[in-house]
């Protein structure tokens, strides 16, 4: 069974950090796309950032290029996503999002999300 599981949101005021994690389990990881994608109420979810399985690459949304950094580490198994310089516009609900080749497929999972909530 597949499970993605998020953690590290919370309440934070504009300009602070908070650091994201999600615990990949029953998939290999390290053949995985990891993205954190997030969704505002009234909002379509959007991608975040996404980084490649072997994090030689990384791409990020414009609105969060320069404060926010996405890293993985294979051997925990584990995505973050590190956000500095928090906005009240960078309030939703976060999403950890795995893709990655099994049988001939493409495998797609989501965690159950973490909410992060910039206000002062």
């Known amino acids: 069974q597949v499970q993605l599981v998020e953690s590290g949101g919370g309440l934070v005021q504009p300009g602070g950090s908070l650091r994201l994690s999600c615990v990949a389990s029953?998939?290999?990881?390290?053949?995985?796309?990891m993205s954190w994608y997030r969704q505002a109420p009234g909002k379509e979810r959007e991608l975040v950032a996404r980084i490649s399985s072997t994090g030689g690459s990384a791409n990020y949304v414009d609105s969060v290029k320069g404060r926010f950094t996405i890293s993985r580490d294979n051997a925990k198994n584990t995505v973050y996503l590190q956000m500095n310089s928090l906005q009240p516009e960078d309030t939703a609900v976060y999403y950890c999002?795995?893709?990655?080749?099994?049988?001939?497929?493409?495998?797609?999972?989501w965690g159950q999300g973490t909410q992060v909530t910039v206000s002062s």
């Open positions: 999002n795995a893709v990655g080749p099994r049988g001939g497929l493409w495998y797609n999972y």
């Open positions: 029953g998939l290999t990881f390290s053949r995985s796309d």
